[in-house]
């Protein structure tokens, strides 16, 4: 249900191999040193966050194009003058520019939230959320996506992308550079199939820890939303939309871009956990059942 910005984590370690293999040509054709960590910070800089923040400014578009979303641009029925209205009532009590609304044909139970920023994002619902939840329900699904956005979650995990995208280009090379002087005897100057070799590897073993973090990251923002979600809507309905997932989980049919800012997540154990990017549902339910009775109701 609760899902947020694109092209991160699942296309994460593909996108940090592509980033290091142009770098490696660059390079070389270049002819940019390797022993200048300075330079090689730069360009990692240049192409990590880069890589990072193209995504984001996509994120809206990508979301459109992989759910096939309708933006609801003028309500056609009841329920969608309610979407928007709910969103709407939500957005302002958030403080931030009322997002685009939108309805994609899906069976689960999902929605998600995405865009570059608080005042230009988009919330979009399946249909099969219209048809299986409650309006309470689907309340607090559209507060905790609308929390998604007000707590800025899409540019923080640009920034942590970022971060981690640079930190595996940079550490891979100079790695790289050492076991190639060492299996070279350290010759001076240029670099030997041995270093990209050791690089490709490294960018992809580095990536997949690179995604245990990024994932990590993603589960607290999902009980902060869930959070955000019970003080817009309440928490008794926040608490009956989880319940509700927790007995229709079912195929999650949106695409690996969107599907860390969605509400639904997959459900994994040992290893597999390490790169969930949502908590269980048990453990979200539970964390909201021990906040302050204060929140019960929305305000």
């Given at each position: 249900?609760?899902?947020?910005?694109?092209?991160?984590?699942?296309?994460?370690?593909?996108?940090?191999?592509?980033?290091?293999?142009?770098?490696?040509?660059?390079?070389?054709?270049?002819g940019?040193?390797?022993?200048?960590?300075?330079?090689?910070?730069?360009?990692?800089?240049?192409?990590?966050?880069?890589?990072?923040?193209?995504?984001?400014?996509?994120?809206?578009?990508?979301?459109?194009?992989?759910?096939?979303?309708?933006?609801?641009?003028?309500?056609?029925?009841?329920?969608?003058?309610?979407?928007?209205?709910?969103v709407?009532?939500?957005?302002?009590?958030?403080?931030?520019?009322?997002?685009?609304v939108?309805?994609?044909?899906?069976?689960?139970?999902?929605?998600?939230?995405?865009?570059?920023?608080?005042?230009?994002?988009?919330?979009?619902?399946?249909?099969?959320?219209?048809?299986?939840?409650?309006?309470?329900?689907?309340?607090?699904?559209?507060?905790?996506?609308?929390?998604?956005?007000?707590?800025?979650?899409?540019?923080?995990?640009?920034?942590?992308?970022?971060?981690?995208?640079?930190?595996?280009?940079?550490?891979?090379?100079?790695?790289?550079?050492?076991?190639?002087g060492?299996?070279?005897?350290?010759?001076?100057?240029?670099?030997?199939?041995?270093?990209?070799a050791?690089?490709?590897?490294?960018?992809?073993?580095?990536?997949?820890?690179?995604s245990?973090?990024?994932?990590?990251?993603?589960?607290?923002?999902?009980?902060?939303?869930?959070?955000?979600?019970?003080?817009?809507?309440?928490?008794?309905?926040?608490?009956?939309?989880?319940?509700?997932?927790?007995?229709?989980?079912?195929?999650?049919?949106?695409?690996?871009?969107?599907?860390?800012?969605?509400?639904?997540?997959?459900?994994?154990?040992?290893?597999?956990?390490?790169?969930?990017?949502?908590?269980?549902?048990?453990?979200?339910?539970?964390?909201?059942?021990?906040?302050?009775?204060?929140?019960?109701?929305?305000?």
């Amino acid at each position: 249900m609760f899902k947020r910005v694109a092209l991160f984590i699942a296309t994460n370690l593909a996108v940090i191999v592509l980033l290091g293999i142009v770098l490696s040509i660059l390079q070389g054709v270049f002819g940019i040193s390797l022993g200048n960590n300075g330079g090689l910070l730069v360009m990692a800089l240049v192409f990590g966050f880069g890589g990072s923040f193209i995504s984001l400014m996509m994120s809206k578009w990508v979301a459109k194009r992989g759910t096939g979303a309708q933006v609801i641009e003028q309500p056609r029925n009841e329920a969608e003058q309610w979407l928007v209205s709910t969103v709407r009532r939500q957005a302002e009590a958030a403080g931030i520019a009322m997002p685009e609304v939108a309805i994609y044909d899906a069976p689960e139970i999902n929605a998600f939230a995405t865009g570059p920023s608080r005042n230009n994002s988009l919330v979009a619902v399946s249909t099969g959320l219209l048809r299986a939840m409650s309006r309470d329900e689907a309340e607090a699904v559209l507060a905790h996506e609308v929390s998604h956005v007000a707590n800025g979650d899409m540019v923080t995990m640009a920034l942590i992308q970022g971060v981690l995208n640079t930190f595996v280009i940079v550490l891979s090379r100079v790695v790289g550079r050492v076991i190639d002087g060492y299996l070279s005897g350290n010759r001076d100057g240029g670099v030997g199939i041995g270093y990209f070799a050791t690089v490709f590897v490294l960018d992809m073993i580095f990536g997949l820890f690179a995604s245990m973090i990024a994932m990590w990251f993603s589960r607290q923002r999902e009980f902060r939303a869930d959070a955000g979600g019970a003080r817009l809507a309440g928490r008794d309905k926040m608490v009956g939309a989880l319940q509700r997932l927790s007995r229709t989980y079912g195929e999650n049919t949106l695409p690996r871009q969107v599907q860390a800012f969605g509400i639904s997540g997959a459900v994994g154990a040992g290893m597999r956990r390490l790169f969930m990017s949502h908590p269980p549902l048990e453990e979200r339910i539970a964390a909201l059942q021990r906040m302050d009775g204060r929140v019960r109701t929305a305000a």
